[in-house]
């Protein structure tokens, strides 16, 4: 077991700005001022209220640009988006839905309805240039085509995941690989992209995602290796390093959740906790792997704070990226391409009011926008294919 423990944490006074969205009073797209990130709230179940937020270049945040556009609702429990050849593509768990947006007017492009509310899409890959894969928390996986919008293969995988309740969450793709994370503790599901099929799966069985970590994301490293992160709440946070040739565990840095009764190693730094779900990110270098957990502020009073840590894969260090004060819950976390903001996606505290994107300076200063209910997933611009 490597254990890491950091023996200092500095803090200084934050320097907080606070932005409102637009309130519908501009045109919602400028040209001459491109989104740079996108906020995905989820919005309260059963209300309708699944909202695109988005960040411009220069500040400017649109609290729901989706509805500012198309004039109507995204629709129920946004839970994932993703650039696929060409659009955006955003899951709408209760709504039975996947919505089809154009990434720069953010005008809807198509609809792609399941029809059947016993499928709850959840999260979406590209696998060519014409198809995408959607997992639905049921077992079965859901191959789209991207250029007619249509479903057009409904897979069974009950006989990988054992049971008629249970499914794939996060999914990643590497080396013409789909990799997916089994909600039963199964493992790590790895299907070819040529032949995704229950009777074509492999289990990586040493790599069990569950349930509190089922929804980290998959990360692709420099050097091709994909990362999966597990979690046992109260016990251990573990980054695990999968060779995508070989289908096997090849690197675990694990980190201790330390009680108040190990006195050797409760010292200030240490992580003593977690949100329930905690979250994983990259930079553009793709050489670091950003996590969320709870670090250890004060001793005597077992004081803790929301911190960003960061992994150098190469050096195999792990320090404080950012002490993330003034979080009320933590939802989602993102880091900035070039590596220098943190962001977080702040519920307040999960009351159906809207929420927060805060974003961690390296000066420690915080930028905090305001945005929809249950803000849960950041993605950046800059990645659009």
């Known amino acids: 077991m490597k254990k890491i423990f950091l023996l200092m944490l500095l803090f200084a006074s934050i320097v907080s700005c606070e932005k409102d969205d637009n309130g519908g009073q501009t045109p919602p797209v ?38 500012d556009v198309n004039n ?80 057009v293969e409904t897979i069974d995988i009950k006989s990988v995941t054992g049971n008629i309740n249970w499914g794939i969450e996060k999914m990643a793709v590497v080396d013409g690989k789909l990799f997916g994370a089994t909600l039963n503790r199964k493992g790590v599901a790895v299907f070819d992209l040529n032949n995704i099929s229950a009777e074509n799966c492999r289990l990586i069985a040493d790599v069990q995602p569950g349930e509190n970590s089922k929804t980290c994301k998959m990360l692709v490293d420099k050097n091709g290796k994909l990362w999966v992160a597990t979690h046992q709440a109260g016990k251990m946070f573990t980054l695990n390093c999968i060779d995508p040739a070989t289908e096997t565990l090849i690197k675990k840095v694990e980190y201790p959740v330390i ?27 793709k050489d670091k792997i950003y996590f969320t957990m709870r670090a250890l502020t004060d001793v005597d009073r077992g004081s803790d704070v929301l911190a960003i840590y960061s992994y150098n894969i190469d050096t195999e260090e792990t320090t404080i990226f950012r002490s993330c004060i003034g979080v009320g819950m933590m939802y989602g976390m993102g880091v900035s391409p070039d590596g220098k903001i943190g962001y977080i996606c702040d519920c307040l505290d999960y009351s159906a009011q809207r929420g927060y994107l805060r974003g961690f300076k390296e000066d420690e200063s915080v930028v905090s926008y305001r945005v929809g209910i249950y803000p849960r997933m950041i993605y950046f611009t800059e990645y659009n294919e």
């Open 30 to 67: 400028d040209p001459t001022d491109p989104v740079e990130l996108i906020v995905l709230n989820e919005g309260k179940i059963g209300s309708g209220m699944g909202t695109i937020s988005t960040l411009t270049q220069s500040g400017k945040m649109t609290y729901d640009i989706f509805k």
């Open 259 to 285: 009680a108040s009764t190990d006195t050797e190693n409760y010292v200030v730094g240490a992580i003593v906790g977690s949100e329930y779900y905690p979250r994983t990110d990259m930079d553009r270098n």
């Open 72 to 151: 109507r609702p995204m629709g129920d429990v946004a839970q994932c988006v993703a650039y696929i050849n060409g659009n955006y593509y955003v899951t709408l768990n209760n709504s039975h839905k996947v919505e089809v947006v154009d990434p720069i007017s953010f005008a809807s492009v198509a609809t792609i309805d399941f029809g059947d509310e016993d499928v709850n899409p959840r999260f979406i890959v590209r696998i060519s240039d014409t198809e995408a894969i959607v997992s639905a928390m049921r077992p079965f996986l859901y191959r789209i085509n991207t250029q007619t919008f249509k479903v």
